[in-house]
């Protein structure tokens, strides 16, 4: 699969040369790949008609790109009008770019068996924004779009490839976890 525009390819050359240089230091990959995805943010002209198409059921998670070596995985998220995700887990890295629209994320901390997540706080993610999530420092959150009447679009960067990772859901209640795995909507076509 592939995309042809030049700004995303440069994008993803110089992502996958960090990834080649600091792939084992956590710190430095997102100062730097932070930067990178803010370059590609900061302008919402370059992502192709078909990976911006929302659902009016469910979020939508394109697969743009996955290293070949499964080091790091490029998705875009588009979100219908009111929709967000269960509360969930990453297990790796991430970094989240706004490219058009909104977002609301909140963290939670889990609680004790049978008792409520933790909410840690709410940050809003405007175009041009980037977010930098770890599994070190947290990475239980749920995200929704801050609009009930348009499109939102955010451009996420994992490390691995996040469609195949076995990772959890969590219930707000009672901090009870079930596992899933949460493919892409473009499965279709990146079997092809
Ligand atoms: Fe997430």
Not at 26 to 37: F, I, S, V
Not at 69 to 87: C, E, H, L, M, N
């Amino acid at each position: 699969m592939r995309i042809p525009a030049q700004r995303f390819a440069h994008f993803v050359r110089d992502f996958t040369q960090l990834v080649d240089c600091c792939e084992d230091d956590e710190a430095q990959l997102l100062a730097r790949g932070r930067d990178l995805l803010a370059e590609i943010v900061c302008r919402d002209d370059w992502l192709p008609e078909a990976y911006a198409q929302p659902n009016p059921q469910h979020y939508q998670q394109y697969l743009l790109h996955a290293d070949p070596a499964d080091r790091f995985s490029v998705v875009s998220f588009v979100w219908g009008p009111g929709q967000k995700t269960p509360i969930h887990n990453h297990t790796v890295w991430a970094l989240i770019g706004m490219l058009s629209g909104g977002e609301r994320a909140e963290c939670f901390g889990v609680g004790d068996p049978g008792q409520p997540m933790r909410s840690l706080g709410v940050d809003h993610l405007t175009p041009g924004t980037v977010e930098t999530i770890s599994p070190r420092t947290g990475d239980v959150h749920r995200v929704s779009n801050a609009y009930d009447d348009r499109v939102s679009i955010s451009i996420h960067v994992y490390g691995g490839n996040i469609g195949r990772i076995a990772r959890h859901v969590f219930d707000e209640e009672t901090s009870m976890r079930k596992r899933f795995i949460s493919g892409y909507s473009n499965e279709a076509e990146i079997a092809a």
